[in-house]
């Protein structure tokens, strides 16, 4: 399939199997990520698991996987979604056209489900973004269960006493999403500690295949990352173990494929400061332009520990990483990806109608503009189709720039 033949989500991610032909491991991972949801769903229906849907990241899935569910991130919903679903929500509830695109297809794919024997309960996570609040909020009036835990948050100067106190808050929550999950607060707390466990052999062998990446940077491109990092690591697609056995292939074919320096001395590192919705003709862009995606915001650093107890350590995670709170933390760990690879530029992306992000977005641009590292600034809705014209003009001519 050529670029110019791409009319939905699906088709980049055929187009993503012939780029990536030369690896099964790649291939692997893209068709665990295209069948997750239809899966799981079909599992569910079947009898044969427990699910829910949930944002799939964090603390929760360990949690969830320990409970014997499967988490089934509704963001992938959007992620593969279409534009009638996202009428659904502008048109049947009412959302603002600039609202984010990802938040509407959900919304319009929850609105096809009413009423079937799908499945109906959604954890929500009140620190995710307003439009995802109000999205559960609207359809618990549709008769979806929903339980959405409070907000997490740590100030940028919160130590000691305070944290600790926060700690104790988020492992109260913990506690009361297991009681939502299985009608009791008992959590067996083997199964969490196997599941961290889990987690944390993940968590290094993509901190290995990032190192091997370095030496072969467009082995594995743009989206195919976005896939293993951002979906694959945080909920494992549903299938632990399949997934774990594609990381090992892909680790293998990257230890034994022989360096090529001429890549090397051409590369353009770069990192991604953004969200990950549908902007794959972005990727693609970056991909067209010369440019390696090889650093990106969410990228995993630190363990889970497993010198506490599992429930704490859930909590201890939260705290001690980006996700919950000052738009600093995120740009420490930006700042540690770009210095980590020397990386020459930031693309900064965005959904439009976002304005916290965009707040985070400036911040980040005018910080590293005084250290030196230049950065484009994008933002976008839902897209379909090949990337616009004006999108790979501006994409390419940043790269140009930095080469």
């Known amino acids: 399939m050529d670029i110019e033949d791409i009319q ?21 991972i893209l068709n665990l990520s295209e069948s997750y949801i ?19 990241v964090g603390w929760q899935v360990p949690l969830i996987y320990a409970c014997d569910t499967i988490p089934v991130a509704y963001g992938e919903m959007g992620r593969l979604s279409d534009k009638e679903a996202m009428q659904i929500a502008e048109d049947y509830y009412q959302f603002p056209v600039e609202t984010c695109s990802m938040v509407k297809c959900t919304v319009g794919q929850w609105h096809l489900r009413r009423n079937t024997s799908t ?11 307003e439009p995802y609040n109000l999205a559960w909020e609207i359809m618990k009036r549709e008769g979806y269960d929903v339980y959405n835990n409070d ?6 100067t919160v130590e000691g006493k305070r944290l600790e106190k926060l700690i ?3 492992v109260d929550e913990i506690y009361d999403v297991a009681e939502w999950l299985t009608g009791s607060r008992k959590i067996d707390e083997d199964k969490l500690i196997r599941e961290i466990q889990r987690k944390n052999r993940l968590l290094n062998k993509l901190k290995t295949v990032l190192e091997l990446r370095r030496k072969h940077p467009f082995y594995v491109r743009s989206l195919a990352t976005i ?4 979906i694959g690591l945080n909920n494992y697609f549903g299938k632990p173990e399949e997934y774990e056995a594609a990381i090992d292939l892909l680790i293998e074919e990257l230890e034994n494929k022989p360096v090529d320096e001429k890549e090397l001395k051409k590369v353009i590192p770069l990192v991604w400061a953004g969200g990950t919705g549908q902007e794959f003709g972005i990727y693609e862009a970056i991909d067209q332009a010369g440019g390696a995606l090889l650093g990106l915001r969410s990228v995993p650093f630190k363990l889970y520990r497993e010198d506490v107890p599992p429930v704490e350590s ?15 933390y995120a740009r420490n760990v930006l700042e540690h990806e770009v210095d980590k690879l020397n990386a020459r530029g930031l693309i900064l992306y965005g959904y439009i109608g976002c304005s916290f992000a965009s707040v985070d977005r400036e911040m ?6 005084a250290k030196g590292i230049p950065s484009i600034n994008l933002e976008g809705s839902f897209q379909t189709g090949a990337p616009t014209g004006q999108v790979i003009t501006r994409v390419k001519a940043f790269v140009e720039m930095l080469s």
């Open 314 to 328: 859930l909590a201890r995670w939260v705290y001690d990483n980006a996700g919950a709170g000052a738009g600093v």
């Open 151 to 156: 907000v997490v948050y740590r100030g940028p």
């Open 38 to 56: 239809p899966d799981a769903e079909k599992a569910y229906k079947e009898g044969k698991t427990k699910a829910i849907w949930s944002g799939g």
């Open 119 to 129: 499945i109906n309960r959604i954890l929500g996570n009140s620190s995710a973004c």
């Open 168 to 170: 104790q808050f988020l």
């Open 364 to 369: 980040w641009r005018k910080y590293f503009h």
């Open 227 to 230: 896939v293993m990092l951002n």
């Open 8 to 28: 939905s989500q699906r088709d980049y991610y055929e187009h993503c199997r012939q780029v990536h032909h030369y690896s099964p491991a790649i291939n692997k």
